[in-house]
């Protein structure tokens, strides 16, 4: 797994709008990149709910939040949509980014995880948890109620 300190590895998916992003292009902003199992199950609905309800106050403070399952274009269209989630959900079915990140779990799904970036492009911290909870929490934490970060 990629760990703090290191360079975030980056990728250029489809997203849920059906549009490519490029995580390089984020270069400048904080972003909160985020892994999920599966899309439509309990946790993962949990997360990414809790991740569209932040995602408007994250953006006020120029933070960028991008969503990432192996799951196909079309299901993380629907996903996003059902969700409300007004930042990008990427689709990676043939899990390339999973496997750059080191996340790619037993069941060929992603793990839960997440990894905060920083501006230039560096790992900052990163927060893995089976439980949805602790990743939006630490999202909160760093970047909106003043804590200080860890890593």
Request: proline content about 6%; overall charge neutral; glycine content about 8%.
């Amino acid at each position: 797994m990629i760990a703090a300190g290191a360079p975030a590895p980056d990728f250029e998916a489809v997203t849920s709008t059906g549009e490519k992003l490029r995580l390089s292009s984020l270069k400048g902003k904080p972003v909160v990149l985020y892994f999920y199992p599966k899309s439509f199950t309990t946790g993962c609905t949990i997360e990414t709910k809790k991740f569209a309800d932040l995602s408007p106050e994250l953006a006020k403070h120029g933070v960028v939040v991008v969503g990432v399952s192996v799951d196909d274009a079309a299901t993380q269209k629907a996903f996003a949509a059902d969700c409300h989630a007004g930042f990008p959900i990427v689709a990676d079915s043939d899990k390339k980014i999973a496997e750059s990140y080191g996340v790619l779990g037993t069941f060929k799904m992603a793990k839960r995880v997440t990894f905060f970036i920083d501006a230039s492009g560096k790992v900052d911290e990163v927060v893995e948890s089976m439980r949805p909870g602790p990743h939006t929490e630490r999202a909160t934490e760093r970047f909106l109620t003043g804590a200080p970060t860890k890593g």
